[in-house]
């Protein structure tokens, strides 16, 4: 969308359901989870945090600030959350949707910059003191970027070394891709390879950090991959309600002549937890 412009809007809110437990990937392109997928979710917390068969999940209301693909300021509303079905597996469940508008100068009025759909439903289960699987089906939509679609069937297995306070888990793994990204020689299916990260800590009794990253390549197009990084430190100052401040970074090689590579955000908001 040519240079950069100063984006013009009133107060956004941001709406974001945090599970405790964390999703493989995350970002629509193959980022954020094993190899390839959206916007992923932040690290779980350790198992058996809420007893089996009972959903939970917090929300974030908050401001987005973004640069690189998209300069603005908008609202976000995205839903997390998870439900252990045993003492070692756990379903997780997340869903995310972005919209912001600008007004470039001279300009008669607004245009949308930002419009993003995302989705996410996976399986993660432990095994014995130090491993883990996951598969995660995922969804994304984003005409701002000229995806029509993109749908991913994401499997890994890999490692996970915890104590009371912390949790590493590093897991490498395989992603079928289905997608439209106004590519001729991109759309359709497509497989990629690739590694999750992610690492959480609690501190201070109410306070926790989470991160992640993850690198997808395809197998046989050299010039295709993505790789992301995200990092969220949340704060709790009572049993429902806290304070989150998150940053998000991915690149994806392939896109639409023209849309930039790179996108970043900032978003800090209030957690509502339920």
Not at 65 to 77: A, I, S, W
Request: aromatic fraction near 12%.
């Amino acid at each position: 969308m040519g240079g950069k412009v100063r984006c013009r809007i009133s107060s956004y809110f941001v709406l974001a359901v945090a599970a405790g437990c964390m999703l493989t990937p995350t970002p629509a392109r193959g980022q954020e989870v094993p190899p390839g997928g959206q916007v992923p979710t932040p690290p779980a917390p350790q198992q058996q945090q809420s007893p089996i068969g009972k959903f939970t999940g917090n929300a974030v209301i908050g401001m987005s600030l973004e640069n690189g693909r998209t300069d603005l300021n908008g609202y976000q509303l995205t839903v997390q959350g998870k439900r252990p079905y045993s003492k070692t597996g756990t379903f997780t469940l997340s869903g995310g949707y972005t919209k912001a508008t600008t007004q470039p100068p001279g300009a008669p009025k607004d245009i949308t910059v930002a419009d993003r759909l995302t989705g996410d439903f996976g399986v993660e289960q432990n095994y014995r003191t130090h491993w883990v699987t996951m598969s995660h089906l995922q969804g994304l939509r984003d005409p701002i970027e000229h995806i029509d679609y993109e749908v991913e069937l994401i499997f890994g297995a890999g490692g996970r070394w915890y104590n009371k306070q912390a949790e590493f888990r590093v897991v490498p793994g395989i992603a079928l891709i289905e997608h439209d990204k106004n590519i001729r020689t991109e759309n359709g299916f497509n497989t990629n390879y690739g590694i999750y990260q992610d690492f959480k800590v609690s501190f201070a009794k109410m306070w926790q950090f989470t991160q992640f990253f993850s690198a997808s390549h395809d197998v046989t197009d050299t010039n295709d991959y993505v790789i992301a990084f995200d990092t969220r430190l949340t704060g709790a100052f009572s049993k429902k309600f806290g304070l989150q401040l998150q940053y998000h970074y991915d690149y994806e090689s392939l896109l639409f002549a023209g849309t930039e590579p790179n996108y970043s955000k900032i978003v800090a908001g209030l957690q509502i937890t339920f």
